[in-house]
């Protein structure tokens, strides 16, 4: 049973361009949390999706940020005109029930 | 809200010797209670877990216990080797909609 699968694993951004992080649960799950990760911080949450709802998006920016997770496909975590302070490790993790929670490998974002 | 504070580190400690790691959580009802751990350039691998009171969690030697009169969750392991050098991170969910991490416990285990 393949693990949560996220792509790409890095990324490279000029100031101003967009993001686009994938990431494909595992079988069989239909929950799916992403997270961002900045140096020497902990993780902090972002937004709670099932196929086709966002469920909780507390932890997004307002502004820049989207989430989706389509009926088909995979999720996808999108940032329009990234700036510096967007760098960081984006952690995508799914979960069959909302009980327990499993990583993938993680994407990591540099803006130049 | 719910929230999750561990010890801070780094926490450096020779191979063989006893480990523990702090963490203490609040939260409202009864939330599940996790460690991850996480090494360098990868994400957050599920240690251990509880999901209830006096529950024990454990895995690969590593033992936690969900005491909820102290509301902790601390991680020991009897004998750290140096392969258990990494980040570990101890989480809970009450809901489901959200798991709340704390900041993380950098160990290093040295020959």
């Known amino acids: 049973n393949a693990g949560v699968m996220q792509n790409p694993r890095h990324l490279v951004r000029r100031r101003g361009q967009e993001a686009r992080l994938r990431c494909s649960p595992m079988?069989?799950?239909?929950?799916v949390y992403w997270y961002r990760q900045l140096p020497e911080e902990g993780l902090k949450f972002m937004v709670y999706?099932?196929?086709?709802?966002?469920?909780?998006e507390s932890g997004m920016p307002k502004e820049r940020f989207s989430a989706e997770f389509p009926k088909e496909g995979p999720s996808i975590l999108r940032i329009q005109q990234v700036v510096r302070g967007d760098s960081a490790a984006y952690f995508c993790?799914?979960?069959?029930?909302?009980?327990?929670?499993?990583f993938g490998e993680g994407s990591w974002l540099t803006v130049v | 809200g719910d929230s999750v504070t561990q010890m801070e580190g780094p926490v450096t400690l020779s191979e063989e010797a006893f480990l523990t790691i702090n963490c203490t959580y609040t939260?409202?009802?009864?939330?599940?209670l996790f460690w991850y751990v996480q090494y360098p350039g990868e994400g957050l691998q599920l240690l251990l877990k509880?999901?209830?009171?006096?529950d024990k969690g454990s895995n690969k030697g590593f033992e936690a216990t969900y005491r909820k009169e102290t509301t902790s969750f601390h991680l020991e392991k009897g004998s750290v080797q140096v392969s258990d050098s990494a980040v570990y991170f101890c989480?809970?969910?009450?809901?489901?909609?959200?798991?709340?991490f704390g900041t993380g416990t950098s160990l290093t285990v040295i020959p």
């Open positions: 999706l099932q196929k086709e709802n966002i469920i909780d």
């Open positions: 079988k069989g799950h239909s929950h």
């Open positions: 509880a999901t209830k009171a006096d």
């Open positions: 989480a809970l969910s009450s809901t489901g909609n959200q798991f709340y």
């Open positions: 939260a409202t009802g009864y939330p599940s």
């Open positions: 993790a799914s979960s069959p029930r909302a009980d327990t929670i499993y």
